[in-house]
């Protein structure tokens, strides 16, 4: 986690290139600007794009503005369990909480019911601050027993994207993957939703100016 030592070592030892692997500084737009600045390559997206996909509102505002479907719920993070409680009387219930800040399930609660959003928002909140050193949560609706198929993406500096298929991550223990499958079998026979998902999620990259390689994840109602 040591970004002057990393660069450090990189330097003493003639790299041109680092690749931050998965986890720690690999979604880090400091350590990706910070190699920028030191003239070494990083082998992942610009700093701008992770700093605009690593806040989930933000990244909201960002697909709708390029016509992604997203799923319904709040623009930014609620100010207080009343606010989460206005969407999801607006919506219904059941409704998700979630960190607007990291992932991997942290600070994300399942709300049934009106009475219990508070004590919810209250521990989502302070889950996501331990997490990640922030505690704001927004709200959206629930999809329940959504499929979770991923599209992956391969992009350069030239603007060329192009999307590789997919995969079905529907699978899962506490919001995290346990089998991922290619090639999705809700999609096997149906091309057109393959080819509309695919043309989405380069959408989507494109408008957060991403290159390199990426994922964008759709959740799949049940009935689609």
Same mark, same amino acid.
């Given at each position: 986690?040591?970004?002057?030592?990393?660069?450090?070592?990189?330097?003493?030892?003639?790299?041109?290139?680092?690749? *931050?692997?998965?986890?720690?500084?690999?979604?880090?737009?400091?350590?990706?600007?910070?190699?920028?600045?030191?003239?070494?390559?990083?082998?992942?997206?610009?700093?701008?794009?992770?700093?605009?996909?690593?806040?989930?509102?933000?990244?909201?505002?960002?697909?709708?503005?390029?016509?992604?479907?997203?799923?319904?719920?709040?623009?930014?993070?609620?100010?207080?369990?009343?606010?989460?409680?206005?969407?999801?009387?607006?919506?219904?219930? *059941?409704?998700?909480?979630?960190?607007?800040?990291?992932?991997?399930?942290?600070?994300?609660?399942?709300?049934?019911?009106?009475?219990?959003?508070?004590?919810?928002?209250?521990?989502?909140?302070?889950?996501?601050?331990?997490?990640?050193?922030?505690?704001?949560?927004?709200?959206?609706?629930?999809?329940?027993?959504?499929?979770?198929?991923?599209?992956?993406?391969?992009?350069?500096?030239?603007?060329?994207?192009?999307?590789?298929?997919?995969?079905?991550?529907?699978?899962?223990?506490?919001?995290?993957?346990?089998?991922?499958?290619? *090639?999705?079998?809700?999609?096997?026979?149906?091309?057109?939703?393959?080819?509309?998902?695919?043309?989405?999620?380069?959408?989507?990259?494109?408008?957060?100016?991403?290159?390199?390689?990426?994922?964008?994840?759709?959740?799949?109602?049940?009935?689609?």
């Amino acid at each position: 986690m040591r970004i002057d030592g990393i660069l450090e070592a990189a330097r003493t030892h003639g790299a041109e290139a680092i690749h *931050p692997g998965y986890g720690c500084l690999s979604e880090n737009a400091e350590f990706a600007a910070a190699c920028d600045s030191a003239g070494i390559v990083f082998i992942g997206p610009p700093a701008d794009s992770i700093r605009k996909m690593g806040s989930k509102t933000a990244a909201r505002e960002l697909a709708i503005a390029a016509g992604v479907p997203v799923v319904p719920g709040m623009r930014e993070g609620a100010r207080s369990p009343s606010e989460a409680g206005d969407f999801a009387r607006g919506c219904g219930y *059941p409704v998700l909480l979630k960190a607007v800040a990291g992932g991997g399930g942290k600070g994300m609660r399942r709300v049934d019911r009106a009475e219990d959003l508070e004590a919810a928002f209250r521990d989502a909140s302070s889950e996501a601050g331990r997490a990640f050193g922030a505690a704001s949560v927004y709200s959206e609706k629930l999809i329940e027993n959504p499929r979770h198929i991923e599209i992956q993406l391969l992009g350069d500096k030239h603007g060329h994207m192009i999307h590789l298929g997919e995969r079905e991550c529907s699978i899962q223990r506490r919001h995290q993957k346990i089998l991922e499958e290619c *090639p999705s079998p809700l999609l096997a026979d149906r091309p057109e939703m393959r080819q509309k998902m695919g043309e989405a999620a380069i959408r989507a990259a494109r408008a957060a100016g991403y290159y390199d390689a990426g994922t964008v994840e759709f959740l799949v109602e049940r009935n689609e």
